[in-house]
């Protein structure tokens, strides 16, 4: 590839220069003696089922060894900030799909989805039952939200070495409980 640059190069250059007297000329049939493909020279050897086993079993005992998944925290890799935000992200799209699907469909079945109806059933809960549905609507909310601007500082390159990451999550979770209980409870 750099060989045909140099010889397009090249041959520009001398297009806009006398060919009969220009310096370009060693350049040019350097160039185009350089060869741009590539060639690799393959030994084949017939080796029988057994000697081509015991190849591999030699080139997998030159193999780096991976770690076991149980030195891995738990709680890190499995129920960490990003886990929880792809959770909290799905039960948001999710409830958001079922009552829109379900406003699509009222009409047909005879149910009543609409604006009206909704706020006059719900006006109707204890005020405990109303707190605990807002709070399973504002939490999701609150933790996606936040992990999110968390996630954009880590994007300028902030925040990760291990205190700041376990102050950011202690952080997130804290926000997130106290923004869904405001949610929910808030005046």
């Known amino acids: 590839m750099i060989a045909q640059r140099v010889g397009v190069a090249a041959l520009r250059r001398g297009a806009t220069r006398p060919f009969v007297f220009s310096q370009n000329i060693p350049k040019m049939v350097l160039a185009s003696s350089i060869s741009t493909s590539q060639t690799r020279p ?24 991976s770690p076991h998944l149980g030195i891995y925290k738990m709680e890190q890799t499995w129920f960490g900030a990003s886990a929880w935000t792809r959770i909290t992200g799905c039960t948001l799209s ?3 799909y079922a009552y829109f699907a379900s406003y699509l469909v009222a009409p047909l079945f005879g149910f009543h989805i609409e604006s009206a109806s909704l706020a006059a059933s719900f006006a109707g809960l204890p005020f ?14 609150a933790f996606h939200f936040i992990n999110g601007i968390k996630h954009l500082v880590y994007d300028l390159g902030n925040g990760f070495s291990k205190p700041a990451i376990k102050k950011g999550k202690m952080a997130l979770w804290a926000l997130s409980i106290l923004s869904g209980l405001y949610l929910a409870f808030g005046i």
Do not use: C, M, Y
Not at 42 to 65: C, F, M, W, Y
Not at 129 to 140: D, I, M, Y
């Open 128 to 141: 405990l039952v109303k707190g605990g549905v807002k709070f399973a609507l504002g939490f999701p909310f």
């Open 94 to 96: 999710g409830a958001a």
């Open 42 to 65: 393959a030994a084949i050897t017939k080796v029988s089922v057994d000697e081509g086993n015991q190849i591999l079993i030699n080139q997998r005992l030159n193999r780096p060894v």
